[in-house]
């Protein structure tokens, strides 16, 4: 927990070192655009999943 912390820190020193401001950037819309869309995406994944192992499942159990 604590190496986590560490290169939190140490990432977030990184980048100001650079320049990038992390309000900046979380607000700007292009990336607020990017993490919809894999949000979407992982869902729909997700979904297409768990219908597939259910499905298999009940080809298993002989209910189809």
């Given at each position: 927990?604590?190496k986590?912390v560490?290169w939190?820190?140490?990432?977030?020193?990184a980048?100001s070192?650079?320049?990038?401001?992390?309000r900046?950037?979380?607000?700007?819309?292009?990336?607020?655009?990017?993490?919809?869309?894999i949000?979407?995406?992982v869902?729909?994944?997700w979904?297409?999943?768990?219908?597939w192992v259910?499905?298999l499942g009940?080809?298993?159990?002989g209910?189809r």
């Amino acid at each position: 927990m604590l190496k986590m912390v560490f290169w939190v820190a140490f990432g977030v020193l990184a980048l100001s070192f650079f320049g990038v401001s992390l309000r900046e950037l979380v607000q700007d819309p292009q990336t607020q655009d990017n993490f919809s869309f894999i949000i979407d995406l992982v869902r729909n994944g997700w979904g297409f999943l768990t219908g597939w192992v259910e499905g298999l499942g009940e080809f298993f159990r002989g209910e189809r």
